[in-house]
């Protein structure tokens, strides 16, 4: 589905103070730096240290004339879905626009700060669902410790993914917004711009890919989609490992029709609210 519950509970609020940047740009390398976390884009693709060791790149292999002419046939895809559905849904995001200013003060779009292709840090938009400027240190440490294995945080989660106890902070209208995941749709404009797709893994925050495996990293071979295996196969209902397995099927499997059969199971996932927790 297109919700992003555990990140919305995590880290929403928290745009004001986002982790001090670094970035140095080059002809062929991007950084970008919060706490442990540096990730090095590079032409050849990603290579992440954390703590000093280098994991290896996302992918080396050049891209097939096959691939080429199918990213190209996605672009344009999502180009003209993301246009289209902005236009149709443009009278739905002004109400819940008005929605949100009317009853809590604060901005109408939640600003932050997501990993995309290749490890490339951008901007992802969404419609704000929480009070503004909540403190969630305590949620991104529960976030970490389910990133981490641990028995007791996935306890806790009492058998769903990020079952988080924020909602004394939910706005009134953020609760239909994210009943269903409304406040996703301005990541139509992240596809729009290229930093996002229709389809692909789940963009993370920067404090949960420094904390990945190796294994994990090929996740950022492709971009992060606003739908996903993860999103129609559980959502809530899964472990951030199984999640993240869902991620990495999708990379091995991609194609055009995997791509439009998970968006014609994202329209029930959505209208029936599955997997949300």
Known sequence: MWGEDHHRASTEGDGGSAPEVVR??????????????????????????????S????????????????????????????????AVLSPLLLLA??????????PVLFRQRRLGLNGRPFTVYKLRTMVENTNRAAHREYVVRLIKGDDEARATADGALFKA?????????????RSFSIDEFPQLWN???????????????????????????????????????WQVSGRNQLTYAEMIDLDLEYVRRRSLRLDASILLRTIPAVALRRGVS
């Open 24 to 53: 140095s740009l080059t002809d062929e390398t991007a950084r970008f730096s919060e706490g442990r976390l540096r990730i090095v884009w590079a032409s050849r693709g990603l290579s992440v240290l954390n703590g000093g060791a």
């Open 55 to 86: 994991a290896a790149p996302a992918t080396d292999a050049p891209a097939q004339p096959r691939d080429v002419l199918a990213n190209g046939i996605r672009r344009v895809c999502d180009c003209l879905v993301a246009a289209s559905a902005l």
């Open 97 to 106: 626009a008005l929605a949100i200013r009317i009853d809590s003060p604060g």
């Open 165 to 177: 106890s924020m909602e004394d902070y939910i706005t009134r209208p953020g609760r239909w917004l």
């Open 191 to 229: 596809v729009l711009t290229g930093d996002m797709s229709l389809v692909g893994p789940r963009p993370v925050i920067p404090y949960e890919a420094a904390l990945f495996p190796d294994q994990w990293r090929q996740r950022f071979a492709v971009k992060p989609g606003m739908t996903g295996l």
